[in-house]
């Protein structure tokens, strides 16, 4: 059973950190591209970050580069997200996900609330 288990969300004040990780069971997750999305309030899902499976190539959406960073252990099957320097415009449910090839799986998502 392919299982994508968020945590690490909270209520953070401006400028603060959290760090986000999604546990992964139930597939070959070192094969698998992994992909980090907020939905905000009223707003579509958009893509903050992924790390192919070597974990050697990362991409960003421009809101999160210089901020926030992805990483992998494949040896723990777990993606993490770093967030630094947190604006109220972070705000969101934020959510794991894995592609590969057809295959692409979610997580129930983790609320990141940004405010002071």
């Known amino acids: 059973q392919v299982q994508l288990v968020e945590s690490g969300g909270g209520l953070v004040q401006p400028g603060g950190s959290l760090r986000l990780s999604c546990a992964a069971s139930g597939f070959t997750f070192s094969s698998y591209r992994m992909n980090w999305y907020r939905q905000a309030p009223g707003k579509e899902r958009e893509l903050v970050a992924r790390?192919?499976?070597?974990?050697?190539?990362?991409t960003y959406a421009d809101s999160a580069k210089g901020r926030f960073i992805i990483s992998r252990d494949n040896a723990k099957n777990t993606v993490y997200l770093q967030m630094n320097s947190l604006k109220p415009e972070d705000t969101g449910v934020y959510y794991c996900?894995?592609?590969?090839?057809?295959?692409?799986?979610w997580g129930q998502g983790t609320q990141v609330t940004v405010s002071s």
């Open positions: 790390i192919f499976s070597n974990g050697g190539t990362t």
């Open positions: 996900n894995a592609v590969l090839y057809a295959d692409n799986f």
